[in-house]
């Protein structure tokens, strides 16, 4: 990955002339490159992550493992697809193990989540079974800690 998209990454709040002063070029080089990456889809979206604790939303994200049954010539692109489509799923992807796919959904009581297995998600042609696994306490995503990182406590040593 290149840098600018390393920096993007990172903290999508830098403006485009801190990000031209830490790459060492224009900042219209910047936006330009900027553009381009929104345009041919590589920036996908921009987005700040959460503490859902401290902000007191009482909801939850849980991750569904769903198997499925693949149609020839289409694999499991068709399925996928189909349940890619349904509002409440945030991320699905295909994964190795006993499910075929895993999909994420965040922001629902917990109600909201077994109701979107039992009437939405299950009973879709191709769904073998599904398993719903609440997410209990998120101690770090995408890089960033939501607990306080460990304190080093191996000292100091003078040589």
């Known amino acids: 990955m290149d840098r600018l998209l390393y920096l993007l990454e990172t903290n999508p709040r830098l403006s485009d002339a801190e990000l031209a002063v830490m790459l060492g070029v224009s900042e219209e080089e910047v936006k330009e490159q900027i553009e381009l990456y929104?345009?041919?889809?590589?920036?996908?979206?921009?987005?700040?992550?959460?503490?859902?604790?401290?902000?007191?939303a009482h909801k939850v994200?849980?991750?569904?493992e769903v198997k499925v049954q693949p149609r020839f010539g289409h694999g499991f692109e068709n399925i996928a697809d189909r349940i890619a489509q349904l509002d409440e799923v945030e991320s699905i992807y295909l994964m190795s193990g006993g499910y075929d796919l895993c999909c994420m959904v965040s922001d629902k009581s917990f109600e909201e989540v077994a109701m979107f297995v039992a009437?939405?998600?299950?009973?879709?042609?191709?769904?073998?079974?599904t398993t719903t696994h609440f997410i209990l306490k998120k101690y770090k995503e995408q890089g960033v800690f939501f607990t306080?990182?460990?304190?080093?406590?191996?000292?100091?040593i003078s040589l």
Do not use: C, F, N, W
Not at 61 to 64: C, G, P, R, S, V
């Open 38 to 56: 929104e345009k041919t889809g590589i920036i996908k979206g921009y987005r700040a992550i959460i503490d859902k604790d401290k902000a007191q």
């Open 61 to 64: 994200t849980a991750l569904i």
């Open 119 to 129: 009437k939405r998600l299950s009973p879709l042609e191709d769904v073998v079974s």
């Open 148 to 156: 306080s990182k460990p304190a080093d406590d191996r000292g100091t």
